[in-house]
């Protein structure tokens, strides 16, 4: 395994990284772990809210939905005067 040392890390970061790791149980190295994998890990963010549904709602999350049949456009209402 590799080994990495982070310089000039500002000391209010630190402290979020402690107090995580502590509710956690982790220590402070395995928590800049876990975040390092799952920060490299995460998938790209889809370019707009129809791919972000097809991602969120799609058939591999077991929701399809059945479309109605379309129809013809109706006639506006007329309020004639």
């Known amino acids: 395994m590799a ?20 509710r956690h149980g982790h220590s402070m190295e395995e ?11 995460a998938k790209k963010k889809p370019q707009s809210m129809g791919a972000a549904f097809r991602e969120w709602f799609g058939r591999e999350h077991g929701v399809e939905l059945e479309l109605p049949e379309r129809q013809p456009i109706r006639e506006p209402p007329d309020f004639g005067e």
Do not use: G
Request: positive net charge.
């Open 3 to 22: 080994s990495l040392t982070i310089r000039n890390l500002d000391n209010a970061l630190k402290e979020k990284l402690r107090v995580r790791a502590a």
């Open 31 to 41: 928590e800049a772990r876990v975040i390092l994998k799952a920060s490299l890990a």
